[in-house]
């Protein structure tokens, strides 16, 4: 369903009130007591394949956790106030995939920036934190990872939050073409073609294409996203992701029977604006998913930006429900 703004703003208030905590914004708790204490952010480091691989961390291990998983071209900063607003009653880990955010960047030649790589590193860091088992938010690049993370092993997973994360094909559009291009024929005079999507025009487009309020969007967003973009060789790391991106198409088939297998509880929220990963990428997912909570927003690509509380309250309902 598309959700209306005037029932957007009302369905946010009243199940903000329903948190148990006071918020100094829609989304950023701010506790007392030991509440607080719980909600409090970690940002820690693992050394894994001798990488730093960056995470942050909130809530008490012993309950339920909610595994995050970041898009192109952000990092965990993207869920800096949705940690928060979840670490009350579940705790929390959202890492820096390696080539992002605070991780380490190995040079492209040393490194292989690979969707299945990223899986791996990612499993490694749940085992090393202790979680056997994990609810998780898919996003734009997040989805193959944590798909790839569900096929290794589905019983890990116990609910799927998925805010525009493709999984299949008819979410591969227009926008997908020089991509495909690229994975047909990965030259460079192709991989060139692709730098555009790395400047600072194209991150701000990103972040604001499709909201009612492209004021309302934080620039912070576009400045820290593109000072690690160029970085010196971030550009060629980001390149071959484009260019593996092409090795998570053939495995729809394969996530989406282990759909139908598993039956994951999910919750989708996507954000109808999205040019990237348009709402034609969010219907097929009613095929396969027969405990499907299914919304449209109105909004753009990163609908936390301007959706976050009405996507935390939401998230927080169901995994209620479903996650023990």
Not at 274 to 298: N, Q, S, T, V
């Amino acid at each position: 369903m598309v959700i209306p703004r005037n029932t957007l703003r009302a369905v946010v208030l009243t199940l903000a009130l329903s948190l148990p905590f006071a918020a100094s914004s829609p989304v950023s708790a701010v506790g007392t007591g030991a509440s607080s204490d719980r909600a409090a952010v970690i940002h820690g480091t693992e050394v894994i394949e001798g990488l730093n691989i960056a995470y942050r961390e909130a809530g008490d291990p012993s309950r339920p956790t909610v595994l995050l998983l970041h898009g192109f071209p952000t990092s965990s900063h993207m869920f800096r106030n949705l940690i928060p607003a979840l670490a009350d009653r579940f705790h929390v880990i959202a890492p820096d995939y390696p080539g992002f955010g605070a991780s380490s960047m190995p040079a492209a030649a040393d490194f292989e920036y690979s969707f299945a790589n990223i899986a791996r590193i990612v499993t490694t860091l749940l085992d090393r934190k202790g979680v056997d088992r994990y609810a998780v938010y898919l996003m734009d690049y997040g989805a193959p990872v944590g798909y790839r993370m569900f096929a290794d092993d589905p019983g890990r997973v116990t609910a799927f939050v998925i805010q525009n994360g493709n999984a299949y094909e008819e979410g591969l559009r227009e926008f997908w073409e020089p991509i495909r291009a690229y994975w047909a024929d990965p030259s460079t005079e192709n991989g060139d073609k692709l730098r555009g999507f790395l400047t600072l025009d194209a991150t701000k487009w990103q972040f604001t294409h499709g909201t009612r309020h492209p004021d309302g969007i934080s620039p912070d967003n576009f400045w820290h996203v593109q000072y690690l973009l160029d970085r010196p060789g971030n550009q060629e790391v980001q390149l071959e992701l484009f260019l593996d991106y092409g090795t998570n198409v053939p495995e729809y088939p394969k996530w989406q029977a282990l759909f139908r297998e598993h039956q994951p509880p999910a919750l989708l929220m996507w954000g109808k604006n999205d040019h990237i990963f348009p709402e034609a990428g969010a219907h097929p997912y009613k095929r396969d998913l027969a405990h499907l909570e299914f919304h449209i927003l109105e909004t753009g690509h990163f609908a936390l930006e301007e959706d976050g509380a009405l996507i935390a309250a939401t998230m927080r309902d169901f995994l209620q429900r479903v996650v023990n």
